[in-house]
């Protein structure tokens, strides 16, 4: 699979080394140059800087043949857009956000995006116990 | 606005009266969410104020208010309400009323946070009336196919600009 990861935070370091180590071709997008450097030193080439809401840098990462791309900054408002932009300007097959604002999970579906994950929810689940019925 | 949740008129006509401004006679008061205290915020939630509609402004910085204020542009004579919080949270936008709002506008510094604002108010909330502001010209571009009304102020600033230059001699 080639996989584009939005943001290389803490979430989308670990996600792009696991998927790199699963053998998927991945290319990471950082806004900021000095983070950048510093994944390219873990992750070599697959880091690109640049803002992952800008179309024509969009563009530039082969995201026409991207099977799936994943927003994973701390900013909900920047992953829903670079989803948008990827999905409507790129027909990209499957988008999935961080949302770090649980209430926005079901606003992102709304507003067309595939998957929206919660930690705040994932944890909640671990928290409580099944409901039985 | 008075106990029925209806606002009390001034008297357009009484001299000194110190709201002068009301909607026209056909138009019914709208109640509008502003997203936004910077200076394009305060000045549009001061206007739309004195024009008689009735305005809730949203910034998560509280000192935005105040600082509208000393610029006196939101001053003790504002009849609307000041929300502190995230425009593109729903749970704060419930709260500042967008349920029953005719109009939004997403003007804070951030073109994301603008789009997401203005989407969740168009599409979440079915606002009548949205508007965003993009300073990003291929965002702007972007959002405008897909819909949504934007406002680019870099390119309608550099036509006005470039307007104005070539008109002077």
Same mark, same amino acid.
């Given at each position: 699979?080639?996989?584009?990861?939005?943001?290389?935070?803490?979430?989308?370091?670990?996600?792009?080394?696991?998927?790199?180590?699963?053998?998927?071709?991945?290319?990471?997008?950082?806004? +900021?140059?000095?983070?950048?450097?510093?994944?390219?030193?873990?992750?070599?080439?697959?880091?690109?800087?640049?803002?992952?809401?800008?179309?024509?840098?969009?563009?530039?990462?082969?995201?026409?043949?991207?099977?799936?791309?994943?927003?994973?900054?701390?900013?909900?408002?920047?992953?829903?857009?670079?989803?948008?932009?990827?999905?409507?300007?790129? +027909?990209?097959?499957?988008?999935?956000?961080?949302?770090?604002?649980?209430? +926005?999970?079901?606003?992102?579906?709304?507003?067309?995006?595939?998957?929206?994950?919660?930690?705040?929810?994932?944890?909640?689940?671990?928290?409580?116990?099944?409901?039985?019925? | 606005?008075?106990?029925?949740?209806?606002?009390?008129?001034?008297?357009?006509?009484?001299?000194?009266?110190?709201?002068?401004?009301?909607?026209?006679?056909?138009?019914?008061?709208?109640?509008?969410?502003?997203?936004?205290?910077?200076?394009?915020?305060?000045?549009?939630?001061?206007?739309?104020?004195?024009?008689?509609?009735?305005?809730?402004?949203?910034?998560?910085?509280?000192?935005?208010?105040?600082?509208?204020?000393?610029?006196?542009?939101?001053?003790?004579?504002?009849?609307?309400?000041?929300?502190?919080? +995230?425009?593109?949270?729903?749970?704060?936008?419930?709260?500042?009323?967008?349920?029953?709002?005719?109009?939004?506008?997403?003007?804070?510094?951030?073109?994301?946070?603008?789009?997401?604002?203005?989407?969740?108010?168009?599409?979440?909330?079915?606002?009548?009336?949205?508007?965003?502001?993009?300073?990003?010209?291929?965002?702007?571009?972007?959002?405008?196919?897909?819909?949504?009304?934007?406002?680019?102020?870099?390119?309608?600033?550099?036509?006005?600009?470039?307007?104005?230059?070539?008109?002077?001699?």
């Amino acid at each position: 699979m080639y996989v584009i990861v939005v943001g290389g935070g803490t979430v989308g370091y670990y996600m792009s080394r696991d998927l790199l180590e699963r053998g998927h071709e991945v290319t990471l997008i950082e806004k +900021n140059s000095s983070r950048a450097d510093w994944l390219e030193t873990q992750l070599g080439s697959i880091v690109m800087r640049g803002d992952g809401c800008e179309v024509k840098f969009l563009s530039q990462t082969g995201i026409e043949r991207a099977d799936a791309i994943l927003a994973v900054t701390a900013d909900d408002e920047d992953n829903l857009i670079a989803l948008q932009m990827a999905k409507k300007h790129f +027909n990209v097959k499957k988008t999935i956000a961080r949302v770090n604002n649980p209430s +926005n999970v079901e606003i992102f579906k709304m507003l067309g995006v595939d998957e929206a994950v919660s930690a705040t929810d994932v944890l909640l689940a671990a928290l409580e116990p099944p409901i039985t019925t | 606005m008075n106990v029925n949740g209806k606002r009390k008129w001034s008297n357009p006509n009484k001299p000194g009266g110190r709201h002068h401004y009301r909607p026209p006679y056909n138009q019914p008061a709208l109640k509008l969410l502003i997203v936004g205290c910077g200076r394009v915020g305060s000045q549009i939630a001061a206007d739309m104020d004195r024009f008689g509609h009735q305005v809730v402004i949203i910034d998560k910085d509280p000192n935005q208010f105040s600082r509208a204020a000393t610029r006196g542009v939101l001053t003790t004579d504002f009849k609307g309400d000041q929300v502190v919080g +995230n425009g593109t949270d729903a749970d704060v936008l419930r709260r500042a009323g967008i349920e029953d709002a005719d109009g939004f506008v997403a003007v804070t510094e951030g073109d994301n946070r603008n789009i997401m604002a203005a989407q969740v108010a168009k599409h979440v909330f079915k606002v009548p009336r949205v508007v965003a502001r993009i300073y990003d010209p291929e965002r702007a571009e972007a959002y405008e196919k897909l819909g949504l009304h934007t406002i680019c102020p870099t390119i309608e600033g550099a036509k006005h600009i470039e307007k104005t230059l070539l008109e002077t001699h």
